[in-house]
Antibody
Framework: VQLVESGGGLVKPGGSLRLSCAAS????????MTWIRQAPGKGLEWVSY????????NYADSVKGRFTISRDNAQSSLYLQMNSLRAEDTAVYFC???????????????WGQGTLVTVSS | SSELTQDPSVSVALGQTVRITCQGD??????ASWYQQKPGQAPVLVIY???NRPSGIPDRFSGSSSGNTTSLTITGAQAEDEADYYC???????????FGGGTKLTVL
């Protein structure tokens, strides 16, 4: 299993950014996928998840209405569209594999190395 | 409640046993997972479910739970176990995921 994030960078407050995550080594469509972030020197914060068919998504209250998670199973790719960015969104954003459609109690088990998003003027 | 509470820091002498705890109302309903994170690295899953270890995780790592508390135990802590440890589960609705604030483990 390999997860590789891209798309991070420096953006001004109020701006937008789209993160991508390329997955390999497993049947991508069988798994929920998640985004988790970590502000500098802080703990982990769950951001969003999406099911394998893109029919169900969920968001942390801190990003709801501003961020949109999506996926392309044909490309084994996960995305996070981030709009109306704020300074407090500055963090390393990790793509992580969630539970399979066969076991809803499964853990988040594999993580990418993360991509840094910095929101600053 | 959507919170998971961990002690900010714990220390253990080399070769001794240490328990890291995580408390939250949702833990009465859902199992937790535990992650180890070293500086500059992505988290690594070490324990999940009732007491399951992914392949490659040493058997000195174990998990347990009782009531609203879940615990990660390291039996015979090694220097390489020095890291931040996070618990993770669902909130009481089951719809949102939550992480504990993390515990920094120091091996003396």
């Amino acid at each position: 299993v390999q997860l590789v994030e891209s798309g991070g960078g420096l953006v001004k407050p109020g701006g937008s950014l789209r993160l991508s995550c390329a997955a390999s080594g497993f049947t991508f469509s069988d798994y929920y996928m998640t985004w988790i972030r970590q502000a500098p020197g802080k703990g982990l914060e769950w951001v969003s998840y999406i099911n394998g068919r893109s029919s169900y998504t969920n968001y942390a209250d801190s990003v709801k209405g501003r961020f949109t998670i999506s996926r392309d199973n044909a490309q084994s790719s996960l995305y996070l569209q981030m709009n109306s960015l704020r300074a407090e969104d500055t963090a390393v954003y990790f793509c992580a594999r969630g539970w399979s459609r066969y076991d809803s109690s499964g853990p988040i088990d594999y993580w990418g190395q993360g991509t840094l998003v910095t929101v600053s003027s | 409640s959507s919170e998971l509470t961990q002690d900010p820091s714990v220390s253990v002498a080399l070769g001794q046993t240490v328990r890291i705890t995580c408390q939250g109302d949702s833990l009465r309903i859902y199992y937790a997972s535990w992650y180890q994170q070293k500086p500059g690295q992505a988290p690594v899953l070490v324990i999940y479910g009732k007491n399951n270890r992914p392949s490659g995780i040493p058997d000195r790592f174990s998990g347990s739970s009782s009531g609203n508390t879940t615990s990660l135990t390291i039996t015979g802590a090694q220097a390489e176990d020095e890291a931040d440890y996070y618990c993770n589960s669902r909130d009481s609705t089951g719809n949102h995921l939550v992480f504990g604030g993390g515990t920094k483990l120091t091996v003396l």
